[in-house]
């Protein structure tokens, strides 16, 4: 059976990119989103926030070194991955990433946090999600 795997993600970075190079040469940068979702529960507006780790590769990684810091907005376009290693003391350790293909940047905006949008209200955690 075939398999499909596509993430797309829209959020904001809770640092500043993190840039580093393999040892051959090719360029790494680290950094985390924060995704949000809003949801009605018994009348009552919520947001519910999920951090994820994002690591994009190559020319794009330096532009995002270059050109985003913490609170920009991004649109992540890319897959799940699974990093696996073991610590000095042998210790299996691992962790779910999106490996960015593409990262649009997203336009600086005004502070509007007492006028959020409601139009995309989910009714409740986890329902159809």
Not at 3 to 13: E, Q, R, Y
Not at 21 to 30: A, D, F, R
């Amino acid at each position: 059976m075939s398999s499909f795997n596509k993430v797309i993600l829209m959020g904001n970075l809770t640092k500043d990119p993190d840039l580093r190079y393999t040892p051959k040469g090719v360029s790494v940068t680290e950094f985390s989103l924060a995704v949000s979702r809003r949801f009605r529960q018994e009348e009552e507006l919520k947001d519910e926030v999920c951090f994820v780790d994002i690591v994009v590769f190559g020319k794009q990684a330096e532009n995002c070194k270059q050109y985003l810091a913490k609170g920009n907005g991004v649109i992540v376009d890319g897959r799940l991955n699974q990093r696996r290693w073991e610590t000095a003391d042998g210790q299996k350790r691992s962790k779910h990433e999106v490996v960015a293909l593409n990262v649009t940047f997203m336009p600086k905006r005004q502070d509007t946090s007492s006028e959020r949008d409601d139009r995309h209200v989910d009714e409740a955690p986890g329902e159809g999600n």
